[in-house]
């Protein structure tokens, strides 16, 4: 269940309320007139179906709600009523199957954003790859997988191709691009750094690497991976079952492959830097039409259910 909280023009509020009675999935109505402040209103708020979410923020925006006055939305962890069960049972669909594609065009825009916190995260996600790199070391690529960011933009990138929003794909398209060359050139600068104090050698690098010379030897089955990690993290995300984002994080060579050519171009060795890069843009570009196709899915998928509330 979600918990619709808006602040409602009194002049409006009639019709907000004939709006939200009339639709299949709501419940608990609660009406506080004169409440709000900023701005000036009454304070409505009721219980809805996941399933009907998305038709009615459809519908409140249409009647100017996010501009007169204010539509907030949030996750019920646990709701005990007979009368939020018999909600979800009226409403089409299942749950876990619905999009939310307002809160999932919000937290991909939150997510997409080049930002010092998001450069930070994906520049010490690639220099823990780099020591993984030269130790030839898994638990520390494995490690790095996890710290990185980059999932943000990737699915930013595929929701604003779906929704068509050339804003949303500019703004993911510059903290994707930009934040891995931020991350590469600070770890070739870290590389330099680590070979001058001895903790980096090119023998390590150049040397055999059983457990993570794939990193640079891009094939195939890179694509499929990454392919299916994207549907998986959209998936997740569409659902709200973020954690499997960890599992989708640490199936994917992106920060590792990055790490690599940081450090492979760090000592010349440019075949393993273009091998790592390819190895990169493949998998970057399987996530991003994972996503994509995925989510056109869901869409046509849920279009038979209807995009509008369903009148009771």
Known sequence: MLH????????????????????????HLVVLSGAAR????????????????DGLLARLREMGLDRTGSIALEHIDLSL??????????????????VLWESLTDATHEESTL?????????????????GVVLD????IVGAMAVGPEFGPLAGISTALVRRAPRLAWRSLVALIGGFAVAMVLTCGFSYFMDAVGLFTEQKVEGPRPNTSFIWQPDWMSFVVAFLAGVAGTLSLTSAKSGALVGVAISVTTVPAA????VAFAYGDYAQTWGSSTQLVLNLAGIVIAGTLTLVTQ????????TLPVAR
């Open 115 to 131: 930002s010092a916190t998001y450069l930070a995260f994906l520049t010490l996600a690639t220099m823990i790859a780099a020591c």
């Open 259 to 262: 790490a690599n050519a940081a």
């Open 299 to 306: 869409k046509l998928l849920w279009a038979r259910h209807g």
């Open 38 to 53: 900023d701005p000036r209103g009454d304070v409505v708020m009721c219980d809805v179906a996941r399933e009907a979410g």
């Open 81 to 98: 009523s007979r009368r939020a069960d018999r909600a979800e049972d009226e409403a089409p669909g299942e749950g876990a199957d619905a």
């Open 4 to 27: 619709l909280r808006l602040i409602v023009p009194a002049d409006r509020t009639d019709e907000v309320l004939q709006l939200l009675e009339k639709t299949v999935g709501t419940t």
């Open 137 to 140: 070391n898994a638990i520390l």
